[in-house]
């Protein structure tokens, strides 16, 4: 019996395999040169979390996210964010129907299982609020009536730096639901070269077939908590959280939610990975893209650096104090 249950899990385990690098493949298909962007979108995905893409225009930020979208088998809704932009037009909302004398809800663009909030920060607080409740426990409340989003649900957000002209700041609050932040950056010459031949007869985005179902997403994410992450981890990853909240260079350390956080990207990075089990590599690996956009430096620290550079560098310093477990 105990044959029979191992093999059902090593066969389990194949099919996993399987399915995530079918997904990086697909995406990698469209984003040349840049693994380490596409892990972590995958990482985002698998441990059921939302994705920040952070960087100067024209590097390929949304066609990260479209590629992402069209690998898999599920609803898809782009939200172009501007300033004129309504909460109601990301909610949706009530319309009177004079056939039946009632108001019915109409779903806005929220309401599908991987949504594009593209250039998340050109559009006021206030709209970037009607986001706050949908990411944090998927569903939304429209004049006092909640409604359920569907599952998987991620949010792919892209954002310029916030040093560009006609955008705003995302407030901590919003930031502390994204469970990763990462950067795509300039090609190399090579992939470069590469995006140029291959989009020489078309776009290699509306080649991309899907490669997996919602379902497969639900089982995968399924999987990820079942990743074993030793205590000794787990306390490495608490030190870690209190160097942020003791250090005198942060006025804001991080949140519990960024601990659980780290904590469930560490297992998916695992997965991607081919194990079941989680090492203090992953944990390291991951400190920067989770927890970096979660931090407030404090003023007497502050350099020429962006805020989130800031933050980086304060981060790669707590890290040296930080014993790891062998």
Not at 11 to 29: C, N
Not at 179 to 191: K, N, V, W
Request: aromatic share 4%; net charge negative; hydrophobic share 45%.
């Amino acid at each position: 019996m105990r044959r029979i249950e191992a093999t059902r899990a090593e066969t389990g385990a194949g099919v996993a395999a399987e399915q995530i690098a079918g997904l990086r493949a697909g995406v990698e298909s469209v984003i040349k040169g840049k693994p380490e962007a596409v892990r972590l979108a995958v990482v985002a995905l698998l441990a059921g979390g939302h994705l920040l893409i952070e960087d100067v225009p024209g590097v390929g930020k949304t066609t990260l996210a479209h590629a992402l979208a069209r690998a898999l088998d599920c609803t898809f809704q782009r939200i172009q964010f501007t300033s004129d932009l309504l909460p109601s037009d990301v909610t949706g909302l009530s319309v009177f129907n004079e056939r039946t004398n009632t108001f019915e809800f109409r779903p806005g663009p929220i309401f599908a299982n991987v949504v594009l909030a593209d250039e998340i920060n050109r559009t006021t607080p206030k709209t970037q609020s009607a986001l706050l409740e949908a990411m944090g426990e998927h569903h939304v409340t429209v004049e006092g009536t909640t409604y359920q989003l569907p599952a998987p649900f991620i949010v792919l957000a892209t954002q310029n730096p916030i040093e560009h002209h006609g955008t705003y700041p995302l407030p901590e609050s919003q930031l502390d639901r994204f469970m990763l932040r990462i950067r795509i950056g300039y090609p190399d010459a090579e992939s470069e070269k590469l995006i140029l031949r291959e989009r020489e007869q078309g776009d290699p985005l509306e080649d991309l077939q899907p490669v997996i179902t919602a379902a497969d997403v639900a089982e995968l994410q399924r999987a990820v908590m079942h990743v074993a992450v030793d205590d000794a981890l787990v306390d490495y990853l608490m030190r870690i959280v209190a160097a942020t909240r003791d250090s005198e260079m942060l006025d804001l350390g991080v949140s519990p939610r960024g601990t659980l956080q780290l904590f469930r990207a560490a297992q998916a990075l695992a997965l991607t990975e081919e194990r079941d089990y989680c090492v203090p590599d992953d944990i390291k690996r991951l400190v920067l893209p989770v927890f970096a956009h979660r931090l407030v430096v404090n003023s007497r620290f502050s350099s020429s650096l962006r805020r989130s550079e800031e933050a980086e560098a304060v981060l790669r310093e707590l890290l040296k104090t930080v014993s790891v477990p062998i």
